[in-house]
């Protein structure tokens, strides 16, 4: 099971050349920042996987802060 991490998520970023870019701009301001929110990124993606949510799903954001039933 291959899942991708979207770091820009909060800022819609769907390329993975411009959520690096997005990344890499997070950890010149902030460093701690962009640790948190990769380690956030890694944790969201973890506790999808441990209750069995499709992984497409996870992509998709359908389990993600903004999902609106």
């Known amino acids: ?3 991708r991490l979207q770091l820009g998520s909060g800022a819609e970023v769907s390329d993975i050349l411009a959520g ?7 950890a010149l301001c902030t460093p701690i ?8 990124c890694i944790l969201g993606v973890l506790a999808g996987g441990i209750v069995g949510v499709a ?3 996870l992509y998709a954001g359908l389990w993600g ?3 609106e039933k």
């Open 20 to 26: 690096i870019l997005f990344f890499l701009a997070v």
């Open 1 to 3: 099971m291959q899942l």
């Open 33 to 40: 920042g962009a640790a948190v929110g990769l380690l956030g």
């Open 55 to 57: 992984p497409e799903k």
């Open 65 to 67: 802060l903004r999902n």
